[in-house]
């Protein structure tokens, strides 16, 4: 299991504007995510054009306390 402890995201739009959002958890919450399990959450973001990007990771620690990164 693992437990979600901030997020960073970074989101471009179609004329290079970035804005990085970071975070604790998601949505509000730190959920833990047991093995074979899943976790799902609606967001959004305001963009100055019609398409862009989204990347980032998740932090999260797992039941032995050891640290690591989801990217996304």
Do not use: C, N
Not at 35 to 58: E, I, K, N, W
């Amino acid at each position: 299991a693992a437990k979600v402890i901030s997020r960073h995201w970074i989101i471009t739009d179609a004329d290079s504007q970035v804005q990085e959002v970071r975070g604790v958890g998601v949505v509000g919450e730190q959920p833990t995510i047991k093995p074979g399990a899943s976790f799902q959450y609606t967001s959004g973001s305001s963009l100055g054009t019609m398409v862009g990007t989204m990347r980032g990771t998740y932090q999260l620690t797992a039941e032995d306390g050891t640290r690591f990164e989801a990217v996304i």
